[in-house]
């Protein structure tokens, strides 16, 4: 996968969608103060998670500092990581977030503190403390068997490799195990990103010393659910199931996270028919969408405008099929229209504000924040 931006963005074009992401990370004074309070819920404790609380609009302040040169949202990027470090004291932090998935648990914290310390030039975590907050974590969930993104190891071993923590090879192991048994249990499988099989897939191929075999099974499971009618997008979100709902096109379910998936394992496979097959399921659910992008209704980065674009732009970083730098433009552009006529759901990076600017920042910049959710760059290369 190679990082670079969209290049096929006009310097207007990219003028837009800086000046609509600014937009959208500005915060008014009384969000200021909230975040500075510690982004309390009505319990009066600290909501720190990814997904949805102070780490991931943290992130966005960062990457957006970064990319844009401000330094506003760099001064706001810092004093959310001072509130997060005040309020989550490191011994008490695997107590004070439920769960080890990134999304909306202990990793995703870890890592987001750690990676915005990196972009505004401050000290992050200490490795010992990060390592031992893994390893406990990662003991406590193997009597939990939850492997998903959102919630579970999935999430979790993900932004961990990017610190390079040695458990993540008995992670990728236990991995490799959560997808046998699916593959095996015969009843309805969640096969999106958030929850599901496209998660784990994505997961274990970039994690590098995963078993071919485990990865091919996984992909002809995937594939094998593949639909040719094309009213209701490509891949369903779940698998065995009579439900027929036309298929979400963002990050969390359908096409685009199934087909990220399977290019990811394509990619370490070096499967250049898999790849081939990818870009025909791509045409297929992007010529369903039609220019209007329909059915798409939110902005943000789940399963809105924001999840569309972006995936499309991953999707083309990692296979490099020009029509999808394309519709990563349309993409967008579409956001930038959209965020002057609807408001986003809020602050938060899963939803929110947060999320649709990062989406937008990614095209204008190298960006790996979405780590925790399960995506990034190929690691290194497989067993054999
Ligand atoms: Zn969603």
């Known amino acids: 996968m190679s990082d670079s931006v969209l290049e096929c ?10 000046s609509t992401a600014r937009t959208m990370l500005r915060l008014t004074v009384e969000e200021r103060q909230w975040l500075d ?6 319990a009066g404790t600290p909501q720190l998670d990814f997904a949805l609380g102070l780490s991931g609009i943290m992130t966005a302040q960062a990457v957006g500092s970064k990319i844009l040169g401000d330094s506003e949202l760099k001064a706001c990027a810092l004093s959310i990581h001072c509130a997060i470090l005040r309020d989550a004291e490191l011994d008490a932090l695997a107590n004070s977030i439920s769960g080890f998935g990134a999304a909306h648990g202990l990793t995703g914290v870890l890592w987001s503190v750690h990676q915005a310390g990196l972009i ?29 993104v959102v919630s579970g190891a999935a999430g979790g071993l993900n932004a961990a ?53 485990v990865l091919r099974a996984s992909v002809a499971f995937l594939e094998s659910n593949a639909r040719s009618d094309g009213s209701r997008g490509v891949f369903p979100s779940e698998a065995g199931s009579s439900r027929v709902a036309r298929s979400k096109f963002g990050w969390c379910y359908g096409d685009l996270s199934v087909c990220y998936a399977l290019a990811m394992a394509a990619t370490v496979l070096e499967d250049y028919d898999l790849l081939n097959r990818v870009c025909i399921y791509l045409r297929s659910s992007l010529d369903d969408r039609g220019p209007a992008n329909e059915g798409v209704r939110t902005l943000g980065i789940c399963h809105g405008l924001a999840g569309g674009a972006h995936m499309l732009l991953r ?15 349309r993409w967008m552009l579409g956001l930038c229209d959209a965020c002057e006529r609807v408001e986003p759901d809020g602050m938060s990076l899963i939803y929110g504000r947060s999320g649709v600017a990062l989406s937008l920042l990614g095209a ?11 995506m990034g760059y190929p690691l290194s290369g497989l067993s054999g």
């Open 9 to 18: 963005l006009t310097a207007v074009e990219s003028a837009r969608l800086a």
């Open 37 to 42: 309070a510690g982004f309390r819920s009505t």
């Open 120 to 148: 505004c030039g401050v000290s992050g975590l200490d490795r010992d403390v990060i390592e031992e907050c893994l390893l406990a974590a990662l003991s406590a969930w193997q009597t939990g068997h939850q492997w998903d």
């Open 161 to 213: 490799h990017s610190f390079g923590i040695p458990a993540t090879a008995q992670g990728l192991r236990i991995l490799e195990g959560a997808c046998q048994a699916s593959l095996g249990s015969g009843s309805a499988l969640d096969i999106g990103m958030a929850h599901g099989l496209a998660g784990l897939v994505a997961v274990l191929a970039r994690g590098g010393r995963c078993r071919p075999e």
């Open 315 to 329: 999707l083309w970083q990692l296979t490099r099929f020009p029509f999808l730098a394309d519709e990563a433009r």
């Open 364 to 374: 204008l910049g190298q960006t790996n924040w979405d780590a925790p959710l399960g």
